[in-house]
């Protein structure tokens, strides 16, 4: 009877380690995709936004692999307690990576509009926010990786510095418009694509909020802070 149970036990081991193999892959993918979305929009360079476009598919596909393979834990294994939240978290990491996977490839469209149009230098001001966007990913997957909930909780709350930086780049964007209406379509490609980049800290404080949930069994109580006042913004202020 022993042998049989340290068999299952060991089996929902191996493929719960695969699983997190393939969310880990998904992660860095979402990472990579954002740093060449990124390297497109500064170097105005169209063939490379196009790469960044046609391998979104590569993140979705290693989604609805994910999900297979947590479908196939729960029916199969019918994991309870701390191994049912490894599944779930699993299933919903792998969601947000997806979708952050889908606002890079946005960003890369969006590049290849702003990179037609005469060179501003605003748009550099776009690159600090996909940095700490990026850097959010990549933290908010170490504390996934470690299942450090406390680390997950630091990058939660910065995702405010995240906000309110894309709320002066808003502003910004507001005034400059302004000043050359010849700018205008421009300019909005760059809030859209700013608020792609800080819907991607949205979801990576999304991981971060699994993380607490699968360690600790409970979920936050209390909403995150914001700091996204764009919807209070006007043109004529």
């Not at 939240?85 to 889908?102: H, M």
């Not at 997957?141 to 910065?158: F, K, L, S, T, V």
């Not at 502003?171 to 809030?191: S, V």
Request: with cysteine; aromatic share 4%; charged share 30%.
């Amino acid at each position: 009877m022993n042998q049989t149970h340290d068999h299952i036990v060991k089996s929902f081991d191996s493929e719960l380690a695969r699983l997190n193999a393939e969310i880990a892959r998904m992660g860095q993918l979402a990472a990579e995709q954002l740093r060449a979305a990124m390297h497109a929009l500064q170097h105005r360079d169209e063939p490379a936004a196009d790469q960044v476009i046609a391998r979104d598919h590569e993140i979705d596909q290693l989604e609805r692999i994910v999900a297979h393979d947590a479908l196939k834990l729960l029916v199969l294994r019918q994991p309870m307690a701390r191994d049912l939240r490894e599944v779930y978290a699993a299933l919903r990491v792998s969601a947000d990576i997806e979708r952050i996977g889908d606002y890079a490839a946005n960003v890369a469209k969006r590049s290849k509009v702003i990179s037609a149009a005469e060179p501003m230098r605003i748009t550099a001001g776009m690159l600090p926010l996909a940095q700490m966007a990026l850097d959010s990913l990549e933290a908010a997957m170490r504390a996934y990786r470690e299942r450090n909930d406390q680390q997950a909780m630091h990058i939660r709350a910065r995702d405010a510095e995240i906000d309110a930086l894309y709320t002066t780049l808003f502003r910004g964007l507001l005034t400059y418009m302004a000043e050359d209406t010849r700018k205008i379509t421009a300019c909005t490609q760059l809030m859209f694509l700013g608020k792609d980049i800080e819907r991607i800290g949205d979801h990576s404080t999304n991981i971060c909020e699994s993380v607490w949930f699968l360690v600790n069994g409970e979920m936050l109580s209390g909403g995150r802070e914001k700091a996204d006042h764009t919807a209070e913004s006007r043109a004529d202020e």
